[in-house]
């Protein structure tokens, strides 16, 4: 058995554990525990740090404990996860004014405090440990309606590991689509517009590069005040923007937490704590309004990573006739796009997990 010195040497090589490292490997561990041993478990997710005691044991010392916890009921519960998910900061959120009607509702000047809790998917955000050289497997279906009936459209997206802009990105459409696939270093697979090039140009959100995406600054004051600039100060083309980039799965984990931090300074988006993604699994929510339509985005509550939306109707205005919906008639909370995705780690572009 070694004695002590020659652990302190060992010991000495391996660098200390990040708080962000050993909170997103525990809670892939009691997930992947707890849906092994008992499919449809409910494990509830960490609330924030500030709010918690981190335990000074290994993490399987904590997977041990779940699985004793399990073995009385139906939900993972230690003493360092919270039933509620997530509390306002101490300082508490700003109240916001009321909100107008209408399509382009202008944005107010933004509050010295956030309006909601949409940081606190900043807390949790983190990625999938993935191997040099490895892909991440993205895979949406959206269902939407057609002039036949509801239709499927499937896209699959490839993206090197760290998002890296140098190589390969690949992004195949199935579905009700006609298939095609393009490859493309970056994931441009279209070129340019406009002159001098708008997919790196200042400011350009509206149609932006992956790699303009990862030089955006990840202060969330300053973004938000970049992409309400952008969106000539519009409440719904603000969300909409944030919701575009957001929902292409491809976004590293401090660039989403950027977003969050952002959006929580937008006075009317809505965060549900206790939500279900289009496919039921458990989710948390942001929501915002524009016009006659809600657009409610769906993040996991292990990593915070997107993975589905849907957009329903707000209200028919009168003599609108009818809208083309997934689920007619036209009617408030009928749906006009519902999408689900997941994730897997591949080892090469094209790739399909096993």
């Known amino acids: ?202 400011g350009g959100l509206s149609s932006p590069s992956h790699r303009f995406l990862l030089n955006l600054t990840r202060d969330p004051k300053a973004l938000f005040a970049q992409i309400a600039a952008t969106a000539g100060n519009s409440a719904g083309e603000f969300f909409d923007l944030m919701a575009e980039e957001l929902n292409d799965g491809w976004m590293p984990h401090d660039l989403r937490a950027a977003f969050f931090g952002a959006l929580a300074y937008h006075p009317w988006v809505t965060v549900d704590k206790n939500a279900h993604a289009p496919d039921g699994a458990a989710a948390i929510s942001l929501s915002a309004n524009r016009g006659m339509m809600k657009e409610t985005l769906f993040f996991d509550p292990v990593y915070a990573r997107f993975i589905g939306q849907r957009n329903t109707v707000n209200h028919v205005p009168s003599g609108s006739g009818d809208m083309l919906v997934i689920d007619p008639p036209a009617r408030p909370g009928a749906k006009f796009l519902e999408s689900t995705m997941d994730y897997a780690v591949v080892p090469s572009i094209g790739a399909k997990p096993q």
């Open 1 to 202: 058995m070694p004695d002590q010195d020659t652990l302190a040497k060992l010991r000495a090589k391996v660098p200390d554990m990040t708080d962000q490292a050993f909170d997103a490997g525990r809670a892939a561990l009691l997930a992947a525990i707890a849906e092994e041993t008992h499919p449809g478990v409910t494990v509830l997710q960490f609330a924030p740090r500030g709010e918690r005691k981190r335990r000074r044991v290994l993490p399987f010392a904590s997977a041990a404990a779940a699985l004793a916890l399990l073995a009385g009921g139906t939900a993972v519960v230690l003493d360092n996860i919270d039933h509620g998910g997530y509390v306002a900061p101490a300082s508490g959120y700003a109240t916001p004014p009321p909100e107008p009607t209408g399509v382009d509702v202008p944005l107010p000047p933004m509050s010295d405090k956030p309006y909601n809790a949409a940081a606190d998917l900043a807390r949790i955000a983190a990625d999938p440990p993935m191997p040099p050289g490895s892909y991440l497997y993205v895979n949406a279906r959206t269902l939407q309606p057609g002039n036949g009936g509801p239709v499927t459209d499937v896209v699959t997206t490839w993206v090197p590991a760290g998002a890296d802009v140098d190589r390969d990105w690949r992004r195949t459409n199935g579905g009700a689509m006609e298939p095609k696939t393009w490859t493309a270093r970056g994931g441009e697979y279209s070129p340019p517009r406009g002159a001098g090039g708008s997919w790196n140009a200042e």
